[in-house]
């Protein structure tokens, strides 16, 4: 190999050398910026569920308090039924004459 191959081979191989530097740094940039991206879509999930978590809660809440409300109506329609029943037949009996 002659000086002037040598040198051509030598800037060749200093030439790719750079040129994978240059990739290099690009892909760490990359890498960095996604890692960041991750980080934050992270947050942006974990903001979610503790939103979600507390939406549930709050449901359940409303929930069981609509469950009570619903027992006592319908412990007040069966007291209603009882009285309307009551007061129809007392109306019966006095329309037959009985009261």
Known sequence: M???E???AIEFLLKNQA???VR???LTEEVDQLTG???ET???LRMHADTQTDFVRVVTSHIEAQS???ADVRTTLVRI???LRLLATTVQRFAEGRG
Request: aromatic share 4%; net charge negative.
């Open 24 to 26: 290099l740094n690009r």
């Open 81 to 83: 039924s009882e009285d």
């Open 19 to 21: 040129d994978f530097d």
């Open 6 to 8: 040598m040198e051509r």
């Open 2 to 4: 002659t000086g002037e």
């Open 37 to 39: 991206e991750v980080r």
């Open 68 to 70: 009570h409300i619903n």
């Open 42 to 44: 992270g947050q942006q």
